[in-house]
């Protein structure tokens, strides 16, 4: 992951070679702009992108900034119509006020930039229709009635309760399953999968994906079994896998009586993981969950407001050197507000 700050030494060098995409965080998640991004930061590598530590237009809340190489606008617009946490995007246009009288470059261009005058010009917007039909009050799903027919269903939200199944919002289960880094990895695990939403997130990205969810509520096996590769009704405890998996990416119950069960279904789990763990948990659970990762190194960990509940996702690997090529990048993006 490639970090900058911009300077008017080497602006002009910049400009010249990549385009500056701007990406505006959704207003659900305007307070978690560094997940924001992370999460980019992730999906455009492939791209050769290089995170703006100071963003143009930084006056304007929720904004992030990256160089992208020039001429690559369509594989952009696919990456980026896979995100979570942003939702709109614009490209800076230099030449716009070029060779205008001094005095009317304002009337065009109220923007500067280490002393370069530019044009926000929308570039892509996520197509907030395709993303609400995506979303779990719409998409299907399918539980088992006590007669242990199949009903299908559309806004499956679990019970409600605090150890119950719970339905992820979408953009959560985006930003999750993203940076597992769908593109690039055969196996991914969700051992509390609940609604389905990190499967479904991930499958989108990679639909060659060996998708593996598992959960202890038999009731909605019919519904992981829509989207899941290979479905288990197990406590994951307990559960065993024939081969090992590149990603974890998971939501665990929030309870703190549940603290002990999680700890056990990781220390369980990590036996089958290679690569990434993703948590999210909550907030009191995080300090004990996260004596359970032993073997894992902690790549980054913040907070998410999700309507009044405090919650924390984690990033882990069991690869030191992606540890390590990252160090830079997450200080970087730790003095980023």
């Not at 990205?205 to 899941?228: C, F, Q, R, W």
Request: net charge positive; hydrophobic share 40%.
């Amino acid at each position: 992951m490639n970090h900058t700050a911009a300077t008017k030494l080497n602006i002009k060098d910049y400009i010249a070679k990549y385009d500056v995409l701007i990406c505006q965080t959704r207003p659900s998640r305007i307070k978690a702009k560094q997940w924001a991004a992370l999460e980019a930061a992730t999906v455009l590598a492939p791209l050769g992108a290089i995170f703006i530590t100071n963003t143009p237009i930084g006056d304007v809340q929720g904004l992030i900034a990256f160089f992208i190489p020039k001429d690559n606008d369509a594989v952009l617009r696919k990456l980026l119509n896979n995100l979570g946490y942003s939702h709109k995007f614009y490209k800076l246009d230099f030449n716009a006020a070029q060779g205008q009288p001094a005095a009317d470059i304002k009337s065009i261009n109220p923007y500067f930039w280490k002393g370069q005058p530019f044009v926000p010009i929308h570039f892509f917007s996520i197509d907030e229709a395709e993303f609400e039909a995506q979303s779990i009050a719409n998409r299907e799903f399918a539980v088992y009635r006590p007669d242990k027919t199949v009903k299908y269903i559309k806004g499956y939200r679990g019970d409600g309760s605090e150890t119950g199944r719970r339905a992820l919002p979408l953009e959560d289960a985006r930003l999750m399953a993203n940076l597992a880094s769908p593109v690039d990895i055969n196996k991914l695990l969700d051992p509390f999968a609940g609604g389905g939403g990190i499967i479904c997130a991930a499958k989108r990205v990679n639909p060659s994906l060996h998708l593996i969810s598992a959960d202890i509520d038999s009731t909605i096996e019919p519904g992981l079994k829509m989207y899941a590769t290979e479905h288990h009704t197990r406590d994951a405890r307990f559960l065993r896998l024939d081969s090992q998996v590149d990603a974890i990416v998971t939501e665990v119950p929030f309870g703190m009586a549940q603290v002990e069960m999680i700890s056990q279904a990781l220390d369980n789990l990590l036996q089958y993981l290679t690569g990434r763990l993703v948590l999210m948990c909550h907030q009191d659970q995080f300090s004990k969950l996260g004596k359970a990762l032993t073997g894992l190194f902690p790549i980054y960990h913040n907070q998410v407001n999700r309507k009044g509940t405090p919650i924390v996702i984690s990033y882990w690997t069991k690869d030191h050197s992606l540890f390590e090529s990252t160090k830079e990048y997450i200080s970087a993006l730790r003095g980023f507000i």
